[in-house]
């Protein structure tokens, strides 16, 4: 099992970057294909971007051009770059591994886009 621990969520203006990263432990990274999901309030949790074990990436149409994610299996650590923030990209950002029928998540970190 993968314990999964994101980082790098807070407050930021408009037009601002932030970098989220999510350090996994506990079972081997490199098996897992790796996402990040955001959920605002009164909204459902949507997929944001997602990377598989050979690094073919996936992004939400609402990210693309803007949101990069990578990941470093060496540290055990997914990425996703935020660039172009805007108001509506305000949510909890949760981290989620994948493999098979099996599915861990993060316990979430909070991005604010406001002035």
């Known amino acids: 099992q993968v314990q999964l621990v994101e980082s790098g969520g807070g407050l930021v203006q408009p037009g601002g970057s932030l970098r989220l990263s999510c350090a996994a432990s506990?079972?081997?990274?490199?098996?897992?294909?790796m996402g990040w999901y955001r959920q605002a309030p009164g909204k459902q949790r949507a997929l944001v971007a997602r990377?598989?074990?050979?690094?073919?990436?996936y992004y939400a149409d609402s990210v693309k051009g803007r949101f990069t994610i990578s990941r470093d299996n060496a540290k055990n650590t997914v990425y996703l770059q935020m660039n172009s923030l805007k108001s509506e990209d305000t949510a909890v950002y949760y981290c989620?591994?994948?493999?098979?029928?099996?599915?861990?998540w993060g316990q979430g970190t909070q991005v604010t886009v406001s002035s």
């Open positions: 989620n591994a994948a493999s098979g029928s099996f599915s861990s």
């Open positions: 506990g079972s081997i990274f490199s098996i897992y294909a």
């Open positions: 990377i598989s074990r050979d690094g073919y990436t």
